[in-house]
């Protein structure tokens, strides 16, 4: 054997190894859809196309590692009902009857309510039910409290999965949209 052989080899098989040690840690499977672990999630920020809140199927990781698909309201809605293939709902599960939501398409769009005092842009009379004492853009800081209970600690995070669903059936309830006016943390 040469003098370069050995370092040649030694060489390769560390680099095989990262290989293997990454394949590893990523669990992929040969073949296997990657997107089967999706969550629904939604923020109250403004999207890009300048909707009010928007809608996302996030597959959970690190903040780094986390990948985000954004969808619009009526992907968000269709899919989450299941009558819409989703990476988020590959079995067609209506996660609304699940979750006992009896309107979904008016608490998906009654959102920014827990955002805004009033409807933004001027396009609406309409109250919403921030207490934000600041802002008229921002739910006061014992409402963001209330928030943090469905994992948004700051007003860019998404809400993911199960409390997104959890989230909007209790805004369907007369009693928490109360409470949360007021900002006193109830259920």
Same mark, same amino acid.
């Given at each position: 054997?040469n003098?370069?052989?050995i370092?040649?080899?030694?060489t390769?098989?560390?680099?095989n190894?990262?290989?293997?040690s990454a394949?590893?840690?990523?669990n992929?499977?040969?073949g296997?859809?990657?997107?089967?672990?999706?969550?629904f999630?939604f923020?109250l920020t403004?999207s890009?196309? !300048?909707?009010? /809140?928007? =809608?996302a199927l996030?597959?959970?990781?690190?903040?780094v590692r986390? #990948?985000?698909?954004h969808i619009?309201?009526e992907d968000?809605l269709y899919?989450a009902?299941g009558k819409?293939q989703s990476?988020a709902?590959?079995t067609k599960?209506n996660?609304?009857?699940e979750y006992?939501?009896?309107?979904?398409?008016?608490?998906v769009?009654e959102?920014w309510?827990?955002r805004?005092?009033?409807?933004p842009?001027?396009?609406?009379n309409?109250?919403?039910w921030?207490a !934000?004492d600041? /802002?008229? =853009?921002?739910?006061s800081e014992s409402q963001?409290?209330?928030?943090k #209970?469905?994992?948004?600690?700051?007003m860019?995070?998404y809400?993911?999965g199960?409390?997104?669903?959890?989230?909007?059936?209790?805004?369907?309830?007369s009693t928490?949209?109360?409470?949360y006016?007021?900002?006193?943390?109830g259920?």
């Open positions: 054997m003098r370069f052989a370092p040649i080899i030694v390769i098989l560390c680099f190894t990262l290989i293997i394949q590893e840690k990523e992929n499977v040969f296997e859809n990657d997107f089967t672990d999706y969550l999630a923020s403004e890009a196309s !300048g909707a009010i /809140t928007h =809608f996030i597959k959970p990781g690190s903040s986390r #990948k985000v698909k619009t309201l968000f899919q009902s819409m990476v709902n590959p599960k996660f609304f009857k006992t939501i009896k309107r979904p398409e008016v608490v769009n959102l309510k827990l805004y005092r009033s409807f842009y001027g396009m609406s309409e109250e919403g921030s !934000g600041t /802002t008229f =853009f921002l739910p963001m409290q209330i928030l #209970k469905y994992g948004m600690t700051r860019g995070d809400v993911v199960e409390n997104a669903f959890k989230l909007l059936k209790n805004m369907e309830d928490w949209i109360n409470n006016k007021m900002g006193v943390e259920n």
